[in-house]
């Protein structure tokens, strides 16, 4: 099918795995071939202008880059999106760029998404519901989500999967996994295999949306009457493998976020921050997709969190482990038990000869803003710097360490969040925050927040026991 706007599905869909590689790898040339022409032209003009030249060759080869992954959807997308947040070390050009994948893909035909729905559903979208927007408000790496009213008269979004987004993901993790066998030159003891099957696992069951209905209805459930945690109600008849629909949620995108007083985007911070760590400590489960387009804002620390494809549930053992990290890590802030905790979890090899106190500073910095207790804010200077940490080829303990199942996610978490508070530049006692929610403390509240938050558990304990 041909998209009026120019855009022919198939290709969009690609689900082959030669194709998709070397759609990259033409990207690539473009990128280096515009940097050559650059490099020219600045060779024949005043200095003044020389830095003006550069700048537009990164615009145009990051607007490129964009644009293919765009077109790719799927992992390749997803990937953009992680790569548009994680490091603010990237040229501004190519992180505004990749910041579009977030939430503004190229959108099927309106014919197309009726198809699905109606292939899902068994009726045309306009009849099934009682009003039907055929134009998406919103599309990502594997559906676009269209405006509907049900005919009982609820406003909902309708989260329509992209056709062959499957076979994408097939291709792109077969890529993704001669990538990883690649790093063993770097990290000697990474065994790449489970990683490859875990994040395979997890993608695969972000394409089959009622997978993602039964994730959101867990958390849903969990925080209902929450008093600034909000997660939009599922409506499971009309919602299908590649269907998805949830009542419509109002709120404003994180760019206007940015643009609110640093104490409202504070209070965002701490909420997202309080969302995550009690979801895995309470629900041992993670949303794992932490990136800004999933979430809507209001005034006050309201959060409403979208996007449940990417859940990752953990063995209560498996919480107990990343307890006894913090534990020992922080809270007793004793090195050799911490070392003793990762090598069982299979983190760090057993009896590596590598010192203690430097594997303590390896993986010390993922518990850098809860080492002490104060204020600190989120820099972008800090959260590029985990980044680089983890990443560090030429650390001594890189060598000796992997990363078992149960932390793949995990890691993507933790790295995006600190991501996201770089960029609000949150300023939180986010220790205080953290003993609240670490199973071993269950401290008082440390905020207003916090206060809201106890009330609330009382109230719910209240309930479930009255």
Same mark, same amino acid.
């Given at each position: 099918m041909?998209?009026?706007?120019?855009?022919?599905?198939?290709?969009?869909?690609?689900?082959?795995?030669?194709?998709?590689?070397?759609?990259?790898?033409?990207?690539?040339?473009?990128?280096i071939?515009?940097?050559?022409?650059?490099?020219?032209?600045?060779?024949?003009?005043?200095?003044?202008?020389?830095?003006?030249?550069?700048?537009?060759?990164?615009?145009?080869?990051?607007?490129d880059?964009?644009?293919?992954?765009?077109?790719?959807?799927?992992?390749a997308?997803?990937?953009?999106?992680?790569?548009?947040?994680?490091?603010?070390?990237?040229?501004?050009?190519?992180r505004?760029?990749?910041?579009?994948?977030?939430?503004?893909?190229?959108?099927?035909?309106?014919?197309?998404?009726?198809?699905?729905?109606?292939?899902?559903?068994g009726?045309?979208?306009?009849?099934?519901?009682?009003?039907?927007?055929?134009?998406?408000?919103?599309?990502?790496?594997?559906?676009?989500?269209?405006?509907?009213?049900?005919?009982?008269?609820?406003?909902?979004?309708?989260?329509?999967?992209?056709?062959?987004?499957?076979?994408?993901?097939?291709?792109?993790?077969?890529?993704a996994?001669?990538?990883?066998?690649?790093?063993?030159?770097?990290?000697?003891?990474?065994?790449?295999?489970?990683?490859v099957?875990?994040?395979?696992?997890?993608?695969?069951?972000?394409?089959?949306?009622?997978?993602?209905a039964?994730?959101?209805?867990?958390?849903?459930?969990?925080?209902?009457?929450?008093?600034?945690?909000?997660?939009?109600?599922? *409506?499971?008849?009309?919602s299908? =493998? %590649?269907? #998805?629909?949830? !009542?419509?949620?109002?709120?404003?995108? $994180?760019?206007? /976020? *940015?643009?609110?007083?640093?104490? =409202? %985007?504070? #209070?965002?911070? !701490?909420?997202?921050?309080?969302?995550? $760590?009690?979801? /895995?400590?309470?629900?041992?489960?993670?949303?794992?997709?932490?990136?800004?387009g999933?979430?809507?804002?209001?005034?006050?620390?309201?959060?409403?969190?979208?996007?449940?494809?990417?859940?990752?549930?953990?063995?209560?053992?498996?919480?107990?482990?990343?307890?006894d990290m913090?534990?020992?890590?922080?809270?007793?802030?004793?090195?050799?038990?911490f070392?003793?905790?990762?090598?069982?979890?299979?983190?760090?090899?057993?009896?590596?000869?590598?010192?203690?106190?430097?594997?303590?500073?390896?993986?010390?910095?993922?518990?850098?803003?809860?080492?002490?207790?104060?204020?600190?804010?989120?820099?972008?200077?800090?959260?590029?710097?985990?980044?680089?940490?983890?990443?560090?080829?030429?650390?001594?303990?890189?060598?000796?360490?992997?990363?078992?199942?149960?932390?793949?996610i995990?890691?993507?978490?933790?790295?995006?969040?600190?991501?996201?508070?770089?960029?609000?530049?949150?300023?939180?006692?986010w220790?205080?925050?953290?003993?609240?929610?670490?199973p071993?403390?269950?401290?008082?509240?440390?905020?207003?927040?916090?206060?809201?938050?106890?009330?609330?558990?009382?109230r719910?304990?209240?309930?479930?026991?009255?």
């Amino acid at each position: 099918m041909r998209d009026p706007r120019g855009m022919h599905w198939s290709r969009i869909a690609s689900t082959n795995r030669f194709s998709r590689t070397t759609g990259l790898a033409r990207t690539g040339l473009r990128m280096i071939a515009n940097r050559g022409v650059a490099a020219v032209r600045s060779s024949v003009v005043p200095r003044s202008k020389r830095e003006a030249i550069r700048d537009a060759a990164r615009r145009r080869s990051s607007e490129d880059l964009a644009a293919t992954l765009a077109a790719m959807k799927g992992l390749a997308a997803k990937l953009g999106q992680m790569a548009s947040y994680l490091d603010e070390t990237l040229p501004e050009a190519t992180r505004d760029a990749l910041a579009s994948l977030q939430s503004d893909m190229p959108p099927m035909h309106p014919d197309t998404a009726a198809e699905v729905v109606r292939e899902e559903l068994g009726r045309h979208p306009a009849k099934l519901f009682a009003s039907w927007d055929p134009e998406p408000f919103a599309a990502a790496s594997i559906g676009q989500v269209h405006r509907a009213v049900t005919r009982s008269g609820l406003p909902v979004a309708v989260k329509v999967q992209y056709p062959g987004i499957a076979g994408t993901v097939d291709a792109d993790m077969s890529t993704a996994s001669m990538l990883f066998h690649a790093c063993k030159f770097a990290f000697p003891t990474l065994d790449p295999k489970p990683i490859v099957e875990e994040l395979y696992a997890r993608f695969r069951e972000e394409i089959d949306y009622r997978i993602e209905a039964a994730n959101q209805q867990l958390f849903c459930d969990h925080y209902q009457d929450h008093p600034f945690i909000h997660i939009p109600q599922v *409506l499971h008849e009309l919602s299908s =493998e %590649r269907v #998805l629909t949830t !009542e419509m949620a109002s709120g404003s995108r $994180f760019a206007e /976020l *940015l643009t609110w007083p640093q104490e =409202e %985007r504070d #209070l965002a911070g !701490e909420a997202i921050f309080r969302f995550v $760590f009690r979801s /895995l400590y309470t629900l041992n489960a993670f949303n794992g997709d932490p990136h800004p387009g999933n979430y809507l804002f209001r005034r006050g620390g309201r959060v409403t969190f979208l996007d449940f494809g990417l859940v990752k549930h953990f063995e209560p053992s498996e919480a107990a482990v990343f307890n006894d990290m913090v534990r020992t890590m922080v809270t007793d802030a004793d090195p050799e038990a911490f070392r003793r905790v990762i090598e069982k979890a299979g983190l760090l090899k057993p009896g590596a000869d590598v010192a203690t106190d430097d594997v303590a500073g390896y993986f010390g910095s993922f518990y850098e803003l809860v080492r002490e207790s104060r204020e600190i804010t989120v820099s972008a200077e800090l959260a590029s710097a985990m980044v680089r940490s983890f990443t560090d080829t030429s650390n001594p303990v890189t060598k000796h360490t992997t990363v078992p199942p149960a932390f793949v996610i995990i890691q993507r978490i933790n790295l995006g969040l600190y991501a996201l508070l770089a960029q609000l530049g949150a300023g939180v006692n986010w220790r205080g925050v953290a003993e609240e929610l670490w199973p071993h403390v269950a401290g008082p509240p440390s905020s207003p927040l916090g206060t809201e938050e106890a009330n609330w558990q009382e109230r719910i304990g209240r309930q479930r026991t009255g």
